[in-house]
C-alpha cells in the first residue's frame, strides 16, 4: 500500500476549520456577532454621558468616535463618519461662564459680530441649552482646543452650532461642532434631535 504524507496542520488551517465548525453548529449570524465593536460604532446612535451621568444626550448614528486632539476634550466625533467634507464635534466641561463663550465663539470668525450671531435658548428638562449658530470665514487653531493655542487658518464658507448645556446646579457642559458650512447645514436636524432627546437624572 502506498503511504501518503501529511502536511502540518498549521495555525491559520486551524483557525479556518474551527471558524467553519462555528458556522456549521450555530450558523453565520453566530460569526457576525463577533465583529468587534469599533468597527460597528458609526452605524448606530449611542448614549453620551455628561457631568457624571446628570445628563445623557443619544449620539447620532452618523457621528464616528475619534481619538480627541486636546486632553481637556471629553468626547470627539468626525460627522458624518465618512467623506472629504466632514465636521469636527467636540464635548468638554469648562468653566468661564456662559457669556465670555459665546463671545469667544464669535471671535473664531473673521469680523463677526454678536449681530450676526443666531442665539436662542431651549429649556428641556431642568436643562437649560443656549444654540449659537454662526457662518463666515472660520478661524481654525492648529492647537486642538482652546486652551491649546496654534497656528491659526483661516478658511472660508464654514459654520459652527455651539451648544452650552447649563445644569441646574450651575455646571457647564460645551458641545462645539465646526466645519464646511454644507456638511454643518446636512448635521443641524441631527444635533437638534440630539438636544430634545436629552435627559436629566
Known amino acids: 500500500m502506498q503511504s501518503r504524507s501529511l502536511k502540518p496542520f498549521g495555525r491559520k488551517n486551524f483557525a479556518l476549520s474551527s471558524l467553519s ?6 450558523g453565520n449570524s453566530m460569526l457576525l456577532d463577533a465583529t468587534p465593536a469599533v468597527a460597528q460604532e458609526s ?20 457621528w464616528k468616535t475619534v481619538p480627541p486632539k486636546s486632553n481637556i476634550v471629553q468626547y470627539e466625533f468626525r460627522a458624518p463618519a465618512e467623506g472629504e467634507q466632514t465636521a469636527r464635534v467636540t ?6 461662564g456662559i ?3 459665546i463671545v469667544r465663539w464669535i471671535g473664531q470668525f473673521d469680523g463677526l459680530t454678536r449681530a450676526d450671531a443666531k442665539i436662542e435658548k431651549k429649556t428641556i428638562q431642568k436643562t437649560t441649552v443656549h444654540i449659537v449658530e454662526l457662518e463666515g470665514t472660520y478661524k481654525d487653531s ?11 487658518k483661516k478658511v472660508e464658507n464654514h459654520a459652527m452650532i455651539g451648544l452650552i448645556f ?10 462645539k461642532m465646526t466645519g464646511p458650512k454644507k ?18 437624572k
Do not use: C, H
Open 21 to 26: 465548525i462555528v458556522a456549521s453548529l450555530f
Open 43 to 62: 452605524a448606530k446612535a449611542e448614549t453620551l454621558s455628561f457631568a457624571n451621568g446628570k445628563i445623557t444626550v443619544e449620539k447620532p448614528a452618523s
Open 91 to 96: 464635548v468638554m466641561g469648562a468653566t468661564g
Open 99 to 101: 457669556e465670555a463663550n
Open 142 to 152: 492648529m492647537g486642538g482646543g482652546p486652551f491649546a493655542p496654534g497656528p491659526v
Open 166 to 175: 447649563e445644569l441646574e446646579g450651575g455646571e457647564l457642559v460645551f458641545v
Open 183 to 200: 456638511t454643518i447645514a446636512g448635521e443641524r436636524e441631527a444635533v437638534m434631535k440630539m438636544v430634545e432627546g436629552l435627559k436629566n
